[in-house]
T-cell receptor
Framework: TQLLEQSPQFLSIQEGENLTVYCNSS?????LQWYRQEPGEGPVLLVT?????EVKKLKRLTFQFGDARKDSSLHITAAQPGDTGLYLC???????????FGQGTTLQVKP | DAGVIQSPRHEVTEMGQEVTLRCKPI?????LFWYRQTMMRGLELLIY????????DSGMPEDRFSAKMPNASFSTLKIQPSEPRDSAVYFC????????????FGQGTRLTVV
């Protein structure tokens, strides 16, 4: 069974602080995706990383895929209250497109 | 495009009753996923289809759960009989067949079994 472990599960910080969320697995994935979910809505894709060691930036968000394609991280610089939400990593398994999610990290950014 | 459409948005039912959740994927998408989300377990994959064929149903918790996809534009998730521990938000998502493509989620069905 392929599992994705996210840490931390909860994070409460002040506006302007930096933070990093980790997504780890003992399994290799063909790609890693990061989603953000707002209350009452479904998750929405932020980014997909495919190549081991790949780094992608989305404004103040930096995503990295581990060299062995087993882990990933999300770094937010100068967090803002609008970044508040549930962040989910998801691994795509093999060639079937099966999409497995981590438990999620609930982020609260206080003004 | 209207996106993934799920119905109903909310469902309250009594224990023992049959519950049917419905999903209309995005046109042209060949993969469809059913997930269940709870505070304790997070977002769990129940079953997914490729080209209307169930590929992996290992996440379906019990025989009380069943899912069908009779055509490319419709899928159902049925729970019979329902139990209070089935209370959760159920999401349907669809994506193109190619690996590494984005999954688009519906707004979910919040199920409460009393």
């Amino acid at each position: 069974t392929q599992l994705l472990e996210q840490s931390p599960q909860f994070l409460s910080i002040q506006e302007g602080e930096n933070l990093t969320v980790y997504c780890n697995s003992s399994s290799v994935f063909s790609s890693l995706q990061w989603y953000r979910q707002e209350p009452g809505e479904g998750p929405v894709l932020l980014v997909t990383v495919v190549t081991g060691g790949e780094v992608k930036k989305l404004k103040r968000l930096t995503f990295q895929f581990g060299d062995a394609r087993k882990d990933s991280s999300l770094h937010i610089t100068a967090a803002q209250p609008g970044d508040t939400g549930l962040y989910l990593c998801a691994g795509v398994a093999g060639n079937t497109g099966k999409l497995i999610f981590g438990q999620g990290t609930t982020l609260q950014v206080k003004p | 495009d209207a996106g993934v459409i799920q119905s109903p948005r909310h469902e309250v039912t009594e224990m023992g009753q049959e519950v049917t959740l419905r999903c209309k994927p995005i046109s042209g998408h060949n993969s469809l996923f059913w997930y269940r989300q709870t505070m304790m377990r997070g977002l769990e994959l129940l079953i997914y289809f490729n080209n209307n064929v169930p590929i992996d149903d290992s996440g379906m918790p019990e025989d009380r759960f069943s899912a069908k996809m009779p055509n490319a534009s419709f899928s159902t998730l049925k729970i019979q009989p329902s139990e209070p521990r089935d209370s959760a938000v159920y999401f349907c998502a669809s994506s193109r067949t190619a690996v590494n493509t984005e999954a688009f989620f519906g707004q979910g069905t919040r199920l409460t079994v009393v």
